[in-house]
């Protein structure tokens, strides 16, 4: 298959090398001084915790043609890129279209591309971009699937996948656990802006881990009474004294351990316009189906001068 992987970030990097690793054939999309330094000296990533660095020589382009035909395009950019890409994809031919990363509009970005098959993921990644290299922790599991009702791409995502390191989760209905990773991360992101990036600064206080607990099951709330279904299945009871307790487990650890930084606060840090977005539209989804979320909104108001 002919791959292309369109847009350069910390998730876009580890897609394209993962993949490329694998045999496939795979070209990146990326621009500027990134662009060059890929081309220059190959893609650099630094494993966080297996300390080694892979170089892979993965061929470059820095713009989409309307000419040029790929078996399947990933589209990885920031929540608030992505309208910025759909002319471009609309003049293209590819039919395949996989939007990676976080979106609480899956349904009406579907819509703006009638002509194409679109599918959605959500990757295990994270890290952060130096001037010269990507220094990560990658999990080398993605949650792939298209929206509820859509015709299953369960074989196209197989082939896609075959002979890689992934574990592949097959998900038919990406909408709702696109809203359900909005819902969790949200909170999380609100500590990021609490303390100003240092999540360490949390470390102990148990109270206002479970205050970002309370806000998560808000949202699943607010979720599952909208008639969604509430993804992963593991977080289906997300009311039962077990979830709460594995989730505050996950927080302290986060915030105990360079865990944090690589998970949570790089992204929320570096990507303040995307949480902004975020935020904004997971609430308009709250207010729109009646939905009371006020641990969420005083979360919300402590983040301070970050959110937009």
Not at 72 to 93: C, P
Not at 209 to 233: F, Q, S, T
């Amino acid at each position: 298959m002919k791959i292309l992987v369109y847009g350069a970030g910390v998730l876009g990097c580890n897609l394209a090398r993962n993949l490329f690793r694998a045999g496939k054939d795979v070209t990146l999309l990326a621009r500027g001084k990134w662009a060059e330094e890929i081309r220059r000296n190959g893609l650099q990533i630094k494993d966080k915790f297996l300390l080694r660095t892979s170089v892979s020589r993965i061929p470059v382009v820095t713009e989409l043609k309307p000419e040029e035909i790929y078996d399947v395009i990933f589209v990885v950019l920031r929540y608030t890129q992505l309208d910025s890409a759909l002319d471009t994809l609309r003049a293209n031919q590819t039919k395949n279209i996989v939007f990676v990363g976080n979106n609480v509009q899956a349904r009406a970005l579907a819509a703006a591309l009638p002509e194409k098959n679109i599918l959605f993921a959500f990757a295990l990644s994270a890290g952060h971009r130096e001037p010269d290299r990507v220094v990560s922790i990658d999990l080398k599991k993605i949650t792939i699937g298209q929206l509820r009702g859509a015709v299953s791409n369960a074989e196209l995502i197989g082939e896609i996948f075959g002979g890689t390191k992934y574990k592949v989760v097959y998900e038919p209905n990406m909408e709702d656990y696109l809203l359900c990773h909005a819902a969790f991360v949200m909170p999380a992101a609100f500590a990021c802006y609490k303390t100003d990036g240092d999540l360490k600064k949390l470390r102990g206080d148990t109270a206002y881990l479970n205050r970002l607990l309370d806000a998560n099951i808000e949202g699943y709330r607010a979720i599952r009474n909208a008639g969604h279904d509430i993804l992963p299945k593991t977080d289906a009871d997300f009311e039962s004294e077990k979830y709460r307790k594995t989730c505050l487990r996950f927080f302290k650890l986060m915030c105990a351990t360079s865990l944090g930084k690589l998970c949570a606060s790089d992204h929320a840090m570096n990507a303040i316009d995307e949480m902004s977005a975020l935020n904004r539209d997971i609430k308009q989804f709250f207010d729109e189906n009646g939905a009371a979320y006020p641990v969420w909104q005083a979360l919300e108001a402590e983040a301070g001068r970050y959110l937009r």
